[in-house]
T-cell receptor, first 112, second 112 residues
Framework: KAGVTQTPRYLIKTRGQQVTLSCSPI?????VSWYQQTPGQGLQFLFE???????NKGNFPGRFSGRQFSNSRSEMNVSTLELGDSALYLC???????????FGNGTRLTVT | TQLLEQSPQFLSIQEGENLTVYCNSS?????LQWYRQEPGEGPVLLVT?????EVKKLKRLTFQFGDARKDSSLHITAAQPGDTGLYLC????????????FGTGTQLKVEL
């Protein structure tokens, strides 16, 4: 069974640009969550989608947004990139709410 | 103030040594999860503890949930280089869904 797939693995952007990251969950999983990991702040929750609806949202500015499609695939978008947005962005999927999370290997975003 | 404080932050030991890492909070939790993250990969769930005082074993890893359900420990016996990684504790948001709050992490390096 294929795991959670995140694309691209690496991304370099310039301040002010926007970026879209993609996540394909494990087949049959309906919940997709996004996390940001930085050396200073650790792993922080961004948002969670379930059946195309945002179910939970973390404490991030509105520049961070996401969506989920009918096939459960998810994208997150960051607009007007700042240097501090440089991080590893992790996607996780689960069957339903409160079931074990399965993480992808992340997208490493570098903002210059 | 972090909800979940982990200690130590860094640990470098020789193969064969024993070690314990801690996850502490002033809050009470209904359950607590432990993850391991290896370089270049996403976190992988190791165990979930749900009952105060509960002890779970996973080969050479022993996990314990505090009696008051405010803290947890992970003990590794006879550490091996393959145990190297970032160990994270995490708790689920009580409001539903799969929003996880992660601890500050313990970076473990086991050398030959």
């Amino acid at each position: 069974k294929a795991g959670v797939t995140q694309t691209p693995r690496y991304l370099i952007k310039t301040r002010g640009q926007q970026v879209t990251l993609s996540c394909s969950p494990i087949s049959g999983h309906r919940s997709v969550s996004w996390y940001q990991q930085t050396p200073g702040q650790g792993l922080q929750f961004l948002f969670e989608y379930f059946s195309e609806t945002q179910r939970n949202k973390g404490n991030f500015p509105g520049r961070f947004s996401g969506r989920q499609f009918s096939n459960s695939r998810s994208e997150m978008n960051v607009s007007t990139l700042e240097l501090g947005d440089s991080a590893l962005y992790l996607c996780a999927s689960s069957l339903v709410g409160r079931s074990p999370l399965h993480f992808g290997n992340g997208t490493r975003l570098t903002v210059t | 103030t972090q909800l979940l404080e982990q200690s130590p932050q860094f640990l470098s030991i020789q193969e064969g040594e024993n070690l314990t890492v801690y996850c502490n909070s002033s809050s009470v939790f209904s359950s607590l999860q432990w993850y391991r993250q290896e370089p270049g990969e996403g976190p992988v769930l190791l165990v979930t503890v749900v009952t105060g005082g509960e002890v779970k074993k996973l080969k050479r890893l022993t996990f314990q949930f505090g009696d008051a359900r405010k803290d947890s420990s992970l003990h590794i016996t006879a550490a091996q280089p393959g145990d190297t990684g970032l160990y994270l504790c995490a708790v689920l948001y009580t409001g539903g869904g799969n929003k996880l709050t992660f601890g500050t992490g313990t970076q473990l390096k086991v050398e030959l």
